[in-house]
């Protein structure tokens, strides 16, 4: 029986930074260990992570005092378990589904990607961030899930605002003023969309779950489309960003990546690397150990899987960018009940789709100086910007 | 101890022995075989462990189980009538000598 070591210093603000040296750090000394800043037991090894994660009765994500709840006015899937959680997610599966992406949205996404693309000047300096992973990550999730009426902007202030609030564990009330505005202006949206989905079925995630045989309740289905606003702007967007950053200053793996056209090999090691989403809680429903740690019920435990995916026990080297490492499993998805919905959409939207264009595009895109790129984040990470050459 | 054969797209076979208990899927990612990725770890919330159960063992491995269909439908590979997630099959006595073929993509 032991106590979880402390980590009395560290700040939330270090690990916004760079949590890498840290974690490293964490993995070789103190794999197991309390963070009081965030409130949480810190779990950064592989095995530890994905263990936790398969196991959704030791490990609940039901988190009874999450502000998630607060900023979505909903109990979302998120932190469900079970059969609940399991009916709410295969509600609207079908539309994320490797099939209807190839017969319904594969063709639109490469004419979104080209439009998006024709926009982006020549021989300038463009930040990428803004300018395409962004917009172009909205635009195809506004489709994916029937909300095409709406533009690039909203989606993304959505996004944000819901992440935001989600975020506030200190429940100040500013975030949550602007969630609900949000969340106002989204059920009206959503109300006005119905006839249309109602009148034309189609494979899109809001149509799937309004006309389903056994429909889930309205306000769930709200929570739903809410949940991938949320989850499903920020990752595609920060996953491109990574990956063109990682390719760009990395040439000679660039140039291998497009003559063996290993795109999909390209994705995989951008979002091992730097994961766009870099933690996940669970909760422990009754008293458990950990690897001889102690873990007292009812403590909420960290997930690192930015940690997890640059584990020694996994990976040679795993602080690098190298696209042709020898493959392990990476849990950049998450892993058990959990795991990401979107799995499918951004392999083929980002990894088979953006990716190839973008450089097929522009052959000669140069990032001149990546040192002025901001990396940020602890929950959610990647560059904040992406300044580069277009020729 | 049960015996487990997986053969690839290209033909090529690996036998390997498993425990009886454990499921296809945890027997093919403890032997690192090529083409089962079970992402979700055997939640039943990915359709990367996809197998064809071979015409011969169909009997044996019984039912879809609940749930499973509607996450087939989401495979990456073609969807046949032998279409499995191997998380769901669940290794006994009975499968020992159990011939499983694997999809040419799952993710």
């Known amino acids: 029986m032991a106590v979880a070591p402390v980590d009395e210093t560290l700040t939330l603000a270090e690990l916004t930074r760079d949590p890498y040296p840290i974690y490293k750090r964490m993995r070789a000394e103190t794999p197991i260990v309390q963070v009081p800043a965030a409130n949480r037991i810190f779990l950064t090894k592989a095995k530890h992570t994905k263990m936790v994660k398969d196991d959704p009765e030791l490990y609940s994500s039901d988190d009874p005092v999450t502000p998630m709840r607060r900023a979505f006015l909903a109990h979302t899937l998120m932190r469900k378990d079970g059969e609940?959680?399991?009916?709410?997610?295969?509600?609207?599966?079908?539309?994320?589904?490797?099939?209807?992406?190839?017969?319904?949205?594969?063709?639109?996404?490469?004419?979104?990607?080209?439009?998006?693309?024709?926009?982006?000047?020549?021989?300038?300096?463009?930040?990428?961030?803004?300018?395409?992973?962004?917009?172009?990550?909205?635009?195809?999730?506004?489709?994916?899930?029937?909300?095409?009426?709406?533009?690039?902007?909203?989606?993304?202030?959505?996004?944000?605002?819901?992440?935001?609030?989600?975020?506030?564990?200190?429940?100040?009330?500013?975030?949550?003023?602007?969630?609900?505005?949000?969340?106002?202006?989204?059920?009206?949206?959503?109300?006005?969309l119905i006839p249309r989905h109602m009148a034309e079925p189609n494979n899109s995630a809001f149509s799937v779950m309004l006309n389903a045989k056994d429909p889930i309740p309205r306000s769930q289905i709200y929570a739903n489309i809410k949940i991938a606003i949320g989850g499903g702007i920020n990752e595609p967007r920060d996953a491109l960003a990574t990956i063109i950053y990682g390719l760009l200053t990395n040439p000679d793996q660039l140039e291998e990546v497009k003559r063996q056209e290993a795109w999909a090999d390209a994705f995989e090691e951008g979002v091992r690397w730097v994961a766009p989403i870099q933690a996940s809680s669970r909760r422990a429903t009754r008293d458990l150990q950990i690897d001889g740690i102690d873990?007292?019920?009812?403590?909420?435990?960290?997930?690192?899987?930015?940690?997890?995916?640059?584990?020694?026990?996994?990976?040679?080297?795993?602080?690098?960018?190298?696209?042709?490492?020898?493959?392990?499993?990476?849990?950049?998805?998450?892993?058990?009940?959990?795991?990401?919905?979107?799995?499918h959409i951004s392999r083929r939207t980002v990894g088979e789709i953006m990716l190839p264009m973008l450089f097929e595009r522009f052959p000669g895109i140069k990032l001149d100086r990546p040192e002025d790129v901001v990396w940020s984040g602890f929950g959610f990470r990647g560059p904040l910007n992406l300044p580069v050459k277009l020729t | 101890m049960v015996q487990i054969t997986f053969v690839q797209p290209d033909g090529s076979r690996t036998t390997i022995d498993a425990n009886e208990g454990a499921s296809v899927m945890e027997a093919a990612v403890s032997n690192g075989i090529d083409g089962i990725f079970a992402e979700c770890g055997g939640a039943m919330m990915c359709a990367t462990c996809h197998c064809y159960v071979d015409d011969d063992w169909r009997d044996k491995t019984g039912e879809r189980a609940d749930g499973e269909e509607i996450m087939l439908e989401c495979a990456a590979a073609e969807l046949r009538e032998t279409s499995r997630l191997s998380c769901q099959i669940r290794l006994t006595g009975a499968l020992d000598g159990l011939v499983v073929h694997l999809p040419d993509e799952q993710a």
């Open chain 1, 84 to 192: 609940e959680h399991r009916r709410e997610r295969m509600a609207m599966q079908p539309a994320f589904s490797p099939k209807v992406i190839k017969t319904d949205w594969a063709d639109l996404y490469r004419k979104i990607a080209a439009e998006y693309l024709d926009r982006l000047p020549r021989g300038e300096t463009v930040d990428l961030f803004t300018g395409l992973c962004g917009p172009v990550a909205a635009r195809i999730l506004a489709h994916i899930l029937g909300l095409d009426e709406v533009s690039d902007a909203d989606m993304q202030r959505w996004s944000q605002v819901l992440i935001d609030g989600a975020g506030n564990f200190g429940f100040a009330d500013e975030p949550f003023a602007r969630s609900d505005a949000a969340n106002a202006e989204m059920d009206a949206v959503f109300d006005s």
């Open chain 1, 295 to 343: 873990i007292p019920e009812g403590v909420t435990l960290m997930t690192i899987q930015a940690s997890a995916n640059r584990d020694e026990d996994l990976y040679e080297d795993g602080e690098a960018f190298n696209v042709f490492r020898k493959k392990a499993p990476h849990q950049a998805f998450g892993s058990g009940p959990h795991h990401c919905a979107g799995a």
